[in-house]
């Protein structure tokens, strides 16, 4: 199985349903909809941001077609061989030029390679029948995490630390209680301009100030800081509420945690739309 059939899309498929199809697995996938197995769900959504960075990076993806090609190819080769009448077989001998060629393919070609084959193994186990081995799952994901160079957790920010941006204390406020996770907040105002950021620890609440117009709220959330720099790491979810809201008039309460009656849906998004 390719990257493309996993994400239920042709080889030729834009980058708007590339996207579409990472925004539903990632909302199913969502480690704050899994509470039952949390650390599953967190390393499956780490293969499927892995699986969709190399899809949505023309570069990566270009290499990864490549790799598509060339290994249809050698299928293609081994099926006509064994089809064809032979009366003797000699293994094909490397010379040394050859072989300082083959070792010259560029590095990224060979970690895609190993994110490719883990993604389709972990995520496709995944999404498989309810008897799925979990065991199976979890030793993929292990695999593929250790061929990630690691990045150090550092100390969180304070409950409701700003990040980016300014607290407005003449206008509005916003207030967030985060689920069993950490997580950032984005405020942006309705030309995509980040008003303010700020931080949530895990089962804490943090209010904050906000100028007094629509805004549109976005998240990010993970288990494990790693700074400013990679924030929740591959473990990431990013989400939003689709809808701005009015803060000229109202203040605003989030709560990341399923609630009776509740009325707000996370939407699914990627890195690019949080940060832009």
Known sequence: ???????QVSETASQEEIRASYVALAKKFHPDLHRDDPEEAEKIMKTINAAYEILSDPIQRKQYDGLLREEREKQRASYNQRTTYQTSYARPTTTYAEQKKDNSVNISIVVIITCCVLCVFAITSALSSSNTNKSTVTDYANKFTETEPSLQPVTQ????????????YYG??????????????????????????????ANSTATVGVPAKNLYVYFASGPTWYGTEHYFGDTVAYSKDDEPQDFYNYSWEYTLTPVTYGNFDETPIDAEEYFD
Request: charged content about 30%; proline content about 4%.
């Open 172 to 201: 509005s406020e916003l207030t967030v209680t985060a689920s069993n996770h950490p997580c950032t907040v984005r405020v942006k105002d309705e030309y995509g301009n980040t008003e303010v950021e700020f931080y949530v620890r």
């Open 157 to 168: 920010p304070k409950n409701g630390e700003i990040l980016e941006g300014w607290e407005d």
């Open 1 to 7: 199985m390719t990257l493309y059939e996993l994400f």
